[in-house]
Nanobody, 123 residues
């Protein structure tokens, strides 16, 4: 089992940057593939990016490709989301998620979730 805690959210102007962190408990963090999702009130949670257990492969939603970068440091049990060129439409609660199963962009594929961190981008 793994517990996830996100941090790094906040208020930023359009065009700015933020780096989110997701700290995981447990000794088996390096076994999990990780992902970031986001959710706006009243809308479904949507996929942002995922990364394999080794960090060797990443995948992004079209809406963030070229602007966001997912990475991980298995020695620190942490996954990151570097967000550049932020837009007002990136405003959402961002969640990290973990899976031992197949990596993908669907919520049911993930077994563990953090509580989320708010990102607000002003225009």
């Amino acid at each position: 089992q793994v517990q996830l805690v996100e941090s790094g959210g906040g208020l930023v102007q359009a065009g700015g940057s933020l780096r989110l962190s997701c700290a995981a408990s447990g000794r088996t963090f390096s076994s999990y593939a990780m992902a970031w999702f986001r959710q706006v009130p009243g809308k479904e949670r949507e996929f942002v990016a995922h990364i394999t257990w080794s960090g060797g492969s990443t995948y992004y939603a079209d809406s963030v490709k070229g602007r966001f970068t997912i990475s991980r440091d298995n020695a620190k049990n942490t996954v990151y989301l570097q967000m550049n060129s932020l837009k007002p439409e990136d405003t959402a609660v961002y969640y990290c998620a973990a899976t031992l199963g197949l990596l993908g962009s669907d919520l049911p594929q993930y077994d563990y979730w953090g509580q989320g961190t708010q990102v607000t981008v002003s225009s």
